[in-house]
Every structure is written in C-alpha cells, then in structure tokens.
C-alpha cells in the first residue's frame, strides 16, 4: 500500500463548477498535510497547507483534514481553465515529505 | 532571491555509464529532497538529507546515491544508469519541522 493515495483521474469539470480532489494517506504519525499544483512541464507549486482538523480556507480553495478516517481534500470553488493542472497530496510525517500519484484537473470552458 | 537550482536541465547517457544531477538551493534549508516523477507514479522519493553528513535512502532508492559534504547541495549519482531510470528527476527543499518544500525546475535524464 502507497503511503499516500489519490484518484489519478482524469477528472473533469465544467468552468465555475466545484473541484473535489481527495487523498487518504496510510501513517497516522503523518502531521502536515500539503496540495501541490503541477502544470504539464513545470515543477511543482505549493496550494495550501494543512495541519488541524476541518477546513482551512484561502481564496477559492479549501482544504479539508480528517485525521480519523486519515483523508484529505481540497474543493476548488468557481473553477477555471487555468486550474487545469495535475494536483498532487502530500504527507510530512519525521521531516519525510511523501506524495500521492497525482490528480489530473480538467476544466471545460 | 534565495532559490533552488538544478543541472542539467536536460541529459541523454548512456546505459552503465555514471551521471550525476547536481542541486544547489540558497535558502540555507535543512532538508532536502530527491523525486522521479513517471507517468501514472506522482512524485517518488529517491534519497532525503536532514543536515550535513546525514542521508537516508527513499522508496525508490536502488541504483542512486546522495551525498551532503555541505548545507546547499545534495548530487544525485546513478552508478550505472539503466534504462528504467528514464525520468524527470526533481530536488527539494525545506526548513526542519512541519513547513513547505520548493522544488528546483527538473531535470529531464534519458537513457539510451
């Protein structure tokens, strides 16, 4: 079993519609919990974080921790075309930072 | 502006030859991180650093090695390149504790 678990997709949704990504992740020594974005061709970029249970909220994006059921989520409000992009969940447990496989967004104008 | 560099930007070797990938960050972070990424893997971590002298191996680790004679780099070395490390190759890094990691641009390696 991977350390940490996303839906590789491709997942698509309709502009201004909501994005829902989810993540489950295997070490419950795990603390911070992160959602990289990727553009094809281009390194990783740094989304939210996330540390307590419940959501955490910045701009159109929410992050959601439940450390019992050991899932993460992130929700993108009004989605756009620029939010096409391959989004990756990440687990930080003893300083060790371990990514899940990724999600492909797309968004249809 | 601090930042976190690698090099080359992109290599074509030979199988059994050795090739290093250099990374090079200016934030005087701790921690530092090596990933390939491969289509349908995500990110997969190779080799990690705390500090100085300190290197632990990642789930991916065979056929590679770090070391960390300084706070701001940490190599790559493939010992004999093979074709399955055919890849983009990306460095990491960040402060100690519970913080973010800024990756380097990538460095796209192809064996022949």
């Known amino acids: 079993q991977k350390e940490v678990e996303q839906n590789s997709g491709p997942l698509s949704v309709p502009e201004g519609a909501i994005a829902s990504l989810n993540c489950t992740y295997s070490?419950?020594?795990?603390?911070?919990f992160f959602w990289y974005r990727q553009y094809s061709g281009k390194s990783p970029e740094l989304i939210m974080f996330i540390y307590s249970n419940g959501d955490k909220e910045d701009g159109r994006f929410t992050a959601q921790l439940n450390k019992a059921s050991q899932y993460v989520s992130l929700l993108i409000r009004d989605s756009q075309p620029s939010d096409s992009a391959t989004y990756l969940c990440?687990?930080?447990?003893?300083?060790?930072?371990?990514f899940g496989q990724g999600t492909r967004l797309t968004i249809n104008p | 502006d601090a930042e976190i560099t690698q090099s080359p930007r992109h290599k074509i070797t030979e199988t059994g030859r050795q090739v290093t990938l250099a990374c090079h960050q200016t934030?005087?972070?701790?921690?530092m991180f090596w990933y390939r990424q491969d289509l349908g893997h995500g990110l997969r971590l190779i080799h990690y650093s705390y500090g100085v002298q300190d290197t632990n191996k990642g789930e991916v680790s065979d056929g590679y090695s770090v070391s960390r004679s300084n706070t701001e780099d940490l190599p790559l070395t493939l010992e004999s390149a093979a074709s399955s490390q055919t890849s983009v190759y990306f460095c990491a890094s960040s402060t100690g504790g519970w913080t973010e990691a800024f990756f380097g641009q990538g460095t796209r390696l192809t064996v022949v």
């Open positions: 070490d419950r020594g795990s603390q911070s």
């Open positions: 934030w005087n972070h701790n921690n």
């Open positions: 990440a687990s930080q447990g003893a300083q060790k930072l371990v």
